[in-house]
C-alpha cells in the first residue's frame, strides 16, 4: 500500500493505493493530487487568482468569458449548490447566456 499525505484546498487529505507496481502506483498519486491542486486553483474562493474568484468578483459588472471547465460545471444543476454563494446568484441571475436545464427530482 502507498499513502501519501497533503495539504490541500484547505485541509489535510490522504490518498491511499494498493498497487502491485510501486511506479505505477507513485504516477496514479501523482495524478489525483494533480488534479486536486488543479481544482483548488481554478476553483477555490480563497485564492483570488482562481477563476470563480473571478468571476465572483467581477459578475456584476456584465457578461465575462469563462473556461470550458467552469462552464460544464454550471451547466450541471445538481452542482449549482456547490458554487459560492455570491457565483450561484449570478448563474441564476444571468444563466451565462445560456438556459440551465431544470431539474426534477428522482422518481
Not at 490518498?15 to 507496481?21: G, K, M, N, Q, S
Not at 467581477?58 to 450541471?76: C, H, N, Q, T, Y
Request: proline letters at 7%; glycine letters at 4%; zero cysteines.
Amino acid at each position: 500500500m502507498r499513502r501519501v499525505t497533503d495539504g490541500i484546498m484547505g485541509t489535510q487529505i490522504t490518498v491511499e493505493l494498493w498497487a502491485d507496481d510501486d511506479a505505477k502506483a507513485q504516477r496514479a498519486i501523482d495524478a489525483v493530487l494533480d488534479e486536486m491542486r488543479h481544482v483548488d486553483e481554478s476553483m477555490s474562493t480563497y485564492k483570488p487568482t482562481s477563476e470563480v474568484s473571478q468571476v465572483n468578483a467581477k459578475a456584476a459588472d456584465g457578461p465575462m468569458r469563462i473556461s470550458k471547465e467552469l462552464f460544464d460545471l454550471l451547466v450541471r444543476p445538481r452542482n449549482i449548490r456547490f458554487l459560492p454563494t455570491a457565483l450561484r446568484h449570478y448563474v441564476r441571475q444571468r444563466r451565462l447566456s445560456v438556459r440551465l436545464p431544470q431539474t426534477h427530482p428522482p422518481g
